[in-house]
């Protein structure tokens, strides 16, 4: 199983970036996918998840700023930033919950890459 980030960069505060993250490799299905960040010299937290029902949940920080969806038939999750601030500056983690194999309902976590997320003020 491989989650492959894109599409972060570096943006003026007050702008938008769009990150993607794609599962692929075989695996039974996705419970939940969703995004963490990690800014220098502090924890990974949650910014933003959603799970196959279609729940999803916030930070705080982000709720009123950032969107998180998700298209199924490609397994695969957006973050949607808006009117991002320098505090939003730090790597972001795609991560998802699956099932790696079909037959059993043994489940885990797993982590793409990251992608930086630089917003100067």
């Known amino acids: 199983v491989q989650l492959q980030a894109s599409g972060g960069g570096l943006v003026q505060a007050g702008g938008s970036l769009r990150l993607s993250c794609a599962a692929s490799g075989n695996f039974g299905s996705i419970n939940a996918m969703g995004w963490y960040r990690q800014a220098p010299g502090k924890q990974r937290d949650l910014v933003a998840i959603?799970?196959?029902?279609?729940?999803?949940n916030y930070a705080d920080s982000v709720r009123a700023r950032f969107s998180i969806s998700r298209d199924n038939a490609k397994n695969t999750v957006y973050l949607q930033m808006n009117s991002l601030k320098p505090e939003d500056t730090a790597v972001y983690y795609c991560y998802a919950n699956l099932r790696p194999y079909a037959y059993s309902g043994y489940v885990d976590d797993y982590w793409g890459q990251g992608t930086q997320v630089t917003v100067s003020s």
């Open positions: 959603t799970t196959s029902g279609g729940s999803t």
